[in-house]
Each structure stands twice: as C-alpha cells, then as structure tokens.
C-alpha cells in the first residue's frame, strides 16, 4: 500500500498489490487493483493474464471492476 501512496502512477506497484490481495483471498481487491494496473499500463501482460485467470476462477470479482 506505502508503494502505491508514494507513487500513485507506477503499474508495478498497483500489480504487486493485486497479488498480495489475491493471496489474502480478497478477490475484489486485486481486480481492481489489476484493473488500475491496466489503466496505467495497457500493454501489463502480467496484469492482463492475472485479471483474466482471476476473473476464471473468481467469477464473481469482475463485478468489483
């Protein structure tokens, strides 16, 4: 969280966030934080793949985007 609030515009940091949601089990969280990635970054394939692969396993986190 301190290294989104420090740079609100780096992609890295909003992925590196999503994966920690997602291991914490806070599938809404990382959607939008992965979706946040994309919004920065729309070429972010790790973003990308992570997004899609959650939104397979987790149907219900895409309405958190």
Known sequence: ERAVSLNPQDPAAYE???RVRGVQG???????????TLELDPGHADAR???DWLFARHPASSAAV
């Open 16 to 18: 590196l966030l999503g």
């Open 49 to 51: 793949l992570l997004l």
């Open 26 to 36: 806070r599938f809404g969280e990382a959607a939008h934080l992965f979706q946040r």
